[in-house]
């Protein structure tokens, strides 16, 4: 129970690496709210945690809007009395990005939008509710695409660098305060998202050479919510400012 009586948010928990460390989360005694686009999905994700006999609460939001992620913070702190714990996981590349010389433009503010202002905005709502808790803990989704030079997906390649700056940043304006700020860099995890694009012809997902760097092989949503796991619980109570890659050995090569 490494999460007993702790208040948590995660983003993106509908499916994938979000709804994995969300039923993760609950088992180690999380309170869990779970924010998603997809209503049905994270219906169903907090449903499960129920049966289990955990405590959960579905928001339906859009992280790239503000004012939804307001309210979701908000809800949380309604229901639960509080926050410790912001796993801001929500983003994506989608199957319009790739090179930026082709793209269509809009694709880079849809990007940004999904992958760095939802984790900035998710930041600026939690923060002073993890104030008044004495402390907490924000893990936040980079990539290896942040990590090393990957071909393709450059929108989402520029957003994830920007989480990389953000995390670093945050974790000295916030270690006064007793909130640590570290995040995850995934490789290609075989989520549902990650296979439908692999599965079409587009240069977002990853592409062989990116598949055959991950020398023990691709990973599973759970792989990376056990690396969740540690950054919210007090094992990693000295750590701050870390980008992890979760990859599969993919960065050190």
Known sequence: MRLDGKIT????????????????????????????INEAGGNSAADEIKTAGGQA???KADVS????VQRAVEAVNDTFGGLDILYNNAGGATPGDGSLADMP??????????????PFVGC????????????????????????IGTVGADAYTAAKGGIVAMTRALALQLAPKNIRVNAVAPGAVLSERVKALMATDNDSGPDQALVDR???GLGEPEDVAL???FFASDDSRWVTGQILPVDGGASAI
Request: overall charge neutral; cysteine-free; charged content about 15%.
């Open 9 to 36: 948010l995660i983003t993106g928990a509908a499916a994938g690496i979000g709804r994995a460390s969300a039923k993760l989360f609950a088992s180690h005694g999380a309170m869990v709210g779970l924010i998603d």
């Open 57 to 59: 609460l579905f928001i």
């Open 65 to 68: 809007n503000a004012e939804d």
């Open 105 to 118: 433009l809009e694709e880079f503010p849809h990007a940004i939008g999904l992958n760095l202002f939802g």
């Open 124 to 147: 600026r709502y939690a923060i002073p509710l993890m104030e008044r808790r004495g402390g907490g803990s924000i893990i936040n989704t980079a990539s290896i695409r942040s990590m």
């Open 214 to 216: 991950h020398i023990l």
């Open 227 to 229: 690396v969740a796991l």
